[in-house]
């Protein structure tokens, strides 16, 4: 990665606009109709935020079964966004691999679902 690569610098109130919460997968789901390999997913943020669909490109790294259960985090904050016949409410957070697969962000302590990225 060169200095091209990343962002434009922002300031802290710009970072603040982007609502970044932690849920729980309730539910996933093949998503055949997906351009790229994805599966649909049910997360669940919580009582003030609640469930939320989200459609992820990772099937590379994981099984309908390894997901269940899983805590990740997504931008709750966009505009729902059509994929294929889904509307997708919620940005899944990733990083790529090194041949470009998604790996999700996670935590590595029980947190209360809802709380914000900060």
């Given at each position: 990665?060169?200095?091209?690569?990343?962002?434009?610098?922002?300031?802290?109130?710009?970072?603040?606009?982007?609502?970044?919460?932690?849920?729980?997968?309730?539910?996933?789901?093949?998503?055949?109709?997906?351009?790229?390999?994805?599966?649909?997913?049910?997360?669940?943020?919580?009582?003030?935020?609640?469930?939320?669909?989200?459609?992820?490109?990772?099937?590379?790294?994981?099984?309908?079964?390894?997901?269940?259960?899983?805590?990740?985090?997504?931008?709750?904050?966009?505009?729902?966004?059509?994929?294929?016949?889904?509307?997708?409410?919620?940005l899944t957070l990733g990083f790529p691999?090194?041949?470009?697969?998604?790996?999700?962000?996670?935590?590595?302590?029980?947190?209360?679902?809802?709380?914000?990225?900060?």
């Amino acid at each position: 990665m060169s200095a091209s690569d990343l962002a434009p610098q922002i300031g802290f109130d710009d970072f603040m606009k982007v609502d970044v919460r932690i849920g729980r997968i309730i539910k996933a789901e093949p998503f055949p109709e997906a351009r790229k390999p994805a599966y649909k997913l049910t997360i669940d943020f919580g009582d003030a935020i609640g469930v939320k669909k989200s459609s992820a490109q990772i099937t590379h790294h994981y099984t309908l079964d390894q997901l269940d259960g899983r805590k990740v985090a997504a931008v709750v904050n966009f505009p729902p966004r059509q994929i294929g016949p889904m509307m997708s409410e919620v940005l899944t957070l990733g990083f790529p691999d090194a041949e470009g697969n998604v790996v999700l962000v996670g935590v590595d302590r029980d947190l209360p679902l809802g709380g914000r990225l900060f």
